[in-house]
């Protein structure tokens, strides 16, 4: 089984809808994050957590909300999806002490 | 602020050896990582290395670091056809920062 899952792993939607992509995983690690990745652009950090009750911006958190439930879960909320949230959306976590990350597969999102 | 920068495309010949650069900025970066991205898949840890070595074998892989230049390379020797991929290279404090910044990625084409 893998080790971060995402649902879904593709939406398609509406401008204006509310969306949420989920994230779990069974690393056991406190640090989980969620990326945007735009063709050419690489990784876009939105949000990250260090544990449970700790919860911060990224570089592009405008438009986006999260939810650390619990250690292994970690969701990401668009309120009101626009076009220009199209985008491949990832989410991972990282282990002490090089912080290596491990990813999740993908939730392949797009706004109509 | 940090950056990394890494050229967009490379094509080699199935059996040469590929070489893919990296530049970084942030002279504080502590581990230095390769990642790879295979089409509809998340990113998977290649390789990182630690700020103090210059150079790390594994297998098919040498990662290189110069650490005046802030440059990094990864060679994959006897490149093959399933090495076709996207590579980013990024950069962290570890544990002691707070996120790892990431390049915008090379994409890797292997002429059979």
């Known amino acids: 089984d893998a080790d971060v899952t995402q649902t879904p792993r593709n939406r398609i939607t509406k401008t204006g809808k509310r969306i949420m992509l989920e994230c779990s995983q069974t690393?056991?690690?406190?640090?989980m994050y969620w990326y945007r990745q735009d063709p050419g652009l690489g990784l876009q950090l939105i949000y990250y957590?260090?544990?449970?009750?700790?919860?911060n911006k990224g570089e592009i958190s405008d438009g986006y909300s999260v939810s650390r439930q619990a250690q292994a879960k970690f969701s990401l909320s668009l309120e009101s999806a626009i076009p220009n949230q199209t985008a491949l959306y990832f989410c991972?976590?990282?282990?002490?002490?090089?912080?290596?990350?491990?990813f999740g597969p993908g939730t392949r999102l797009t706004v109509l | 602020g940090e950056d990394v920068e890494q050229s967009l495309f490379l094509s080699v010949r199935e059996g040469d050896s590929s070489v893919i650069n990296c530049t970084y900025t942030?002279?504080?970066?502590?581990?230095l990582y390769w990642y790879k991205q295979e089409p509809g898949a998340g990113l998977q840890l290649l390789t990182y290395?630690?700020?103090?070595?210059d150079m790390k074998q594994d297998q098919r892989l040498t990662v290189l670091l110069n650490k005046k230049d802030k440059h990094l390379s990864l060679r994959i020797a006897d490149t093959q056809t399933g090495d076709s991929a996207i590579y980013f290279c990024?950069?962290?404090?570890?544990?002691?920062?707070?996120?790892?910044?990431f390049g915008a990625g090379t994409r890797l084409f292997v002429k059979a």
């Open positions: 991972a976590t990282s282990a002490p002490p090089a912080d290596t990350q491990y």
């Open positions: 690393k056991g690690h406190d640090r």
């Open positions: 957590s260090f544990d449970v009750k700790d919860i």
């Open positions: 942030d002279s504080s970066s502590t581990y």
């Open positions: 290395i630690f700020s103090n070595m």
């Open positions: 990024a950069e962290s404090m570890g544990t002691g920062g707070f996120k790892t910044i």
